[in-house]
T-cell receptor
Framework: EPEVTQTPSHQVTQMGQEVILRCVPI?????FYWYRQILGQKVEFLVS????????KSEIFDDQFSVERPDGSNFTLKIRSTKLEDSAMYFC???????????????FGDGTRLSIL | DAKTTQPPSMDCAEGRAANLPCNHS???????VYWYRQIHSQGPQYIIH???NNETNEMASLIITEDRKSSTLILPHATLRDTAVYYC??????????????FGGGTRLMVKP
């Protein structure tokens, strides 16, 4: 069964450094998402992306965050200048095939654990 | 999106059916009920979704009450690997899949031998 893959599984970065988290969504999907989960807390929505532009974003997704789909397969989340509070699991998800877009569930990767020192 | 209420935790004996309830009394006519689960340190896993009819797939069954104000996820023969946090999420699913998912605290299901 096709799946969403994320790399790396664990990223350790110094505070203030830039970090790029990578995702390969399911190949025929059209909608892409990033969520995060701080240890012990709920899964929180960050941003959704469709047709090469952001369709929704949360308050968490401020100017330090950006997303990109640089080619036909990858979807990336960049944090420009990391802060201690950015430490979390970051999950990528994708949804929506070309066959039918209605009611398509989102399928998640297993996440990247980001640790800011 | 409508708010959901789930018990924080439940236990189930291995091999028995696990029935996980969810209240969504403010659900509106165009909102679907989705169930996901999160096994420790993994990403959320889609289980099933429905609008008003009961649904069944290879993982579970979803029973939605006639007034749609509550639903139950049924794992017919729970195994130890079903131990996870189960999330009931209500959201609009119009002609696109672009809407975000809002996760609550979920129900922590512990399947015991």
């Amino acid at each position: 069964e096709p799946e969403v893959t994320q790399t790396p599984s664990h990223q350790v970065t110094q505070m203030g450094q830039e970090v790029i988290l990578r995702c390969v969504p399911i190949s025929n999907h059209l909608y892409f998402y990033w969520y995060r989960q701080i240890l012990g807390q709920k899964v929180e929505f960050l941003v959704s992306f469709y047709n090469n532009e952001i369709s929704e974003k949360s308050e968490i997704f401020d100017d330090q965050f950006s997303v990109e789909r640089p080619d036909g397969s990858n979807f990336t989340l960049k944090i420009r200048s990391t802060k201690l509070e950015d430490s979390a699991m970051y999950f990528c998800a994708s949804a929506g095939s070309r066959v039918s877009l209605s009611n398509q569930p989102q399928h998640f990767g297993d996440g990247t654990r980001l640790s800011i020192l | 999106d409508a708010k959901t209420t789930q018990p924080p935790s439940m236990d189930c004996a291995e091999g028995r059916a696990a029935n996980l309830p969810c209240n969504h009394s403010t659900i509106s006519g165009n909102e679907y009920v989705y169930w996901y689960r999160q096994i420790h340190s993994q990403g959320p896993q889609y289980i099933i979704h429905g609008l008003k009819n009961n649904e069944t797939n290879e993982m579970a069954s979803l029973i939605i009450t006639e007034d749609r104000k509550s639903s139950t996820l049924i794992l017919p023969h729970a195994t130890l690997r079903d131990t996870a946090v189960y999330y009931c999420i209500v959201r609009v699913a119009p002609n696109n899949a672009g809407n975000m998912l809002t996760f609550g605290g979920g129900t922590r299901l512990m399947v015991k031998p």
